[in-house]
């Protein structure tokens, strides 16, 4: 994992993503928040799991439909199975030592 600070290479409302093997950050100072960094931890994981590209063909269709579902881009951001498993245990520093194999799958 190799952290990067670059506030340019990020959109306006992101800060911060995780591009397998890197977590880019908009500002230095979110290397300090460990909730933040393990919920992009998190989704580095799933990238491998997953053999990196499928995991983002998956991402971008799953957000596809659950956008035609809610019609609404952050109900549908936040609705990505991806997304729903990192935010429910971001706060769990040791989720990652005990997360088995495919767990994104439990949120779908």
Known sequence: MFVLVNRFLLRKNFL???LWPFIILKRKELKLNKVFINHEKIHLRQQIEMLVIPFYIWYVVEYIIRLVRYRN????Y???S???EAYSNEKDLDYLKKRSFWRFLFYI
Do not use: D, P, V, W
């Open 16 to 18: 911060g993503i995780s």
């Open 73 to 76: 881009r952050k109900h549908a």
């Open 78 to 80: 936040r609705n990505i």
């Open 82 to 84: 991806f997304e729903r």
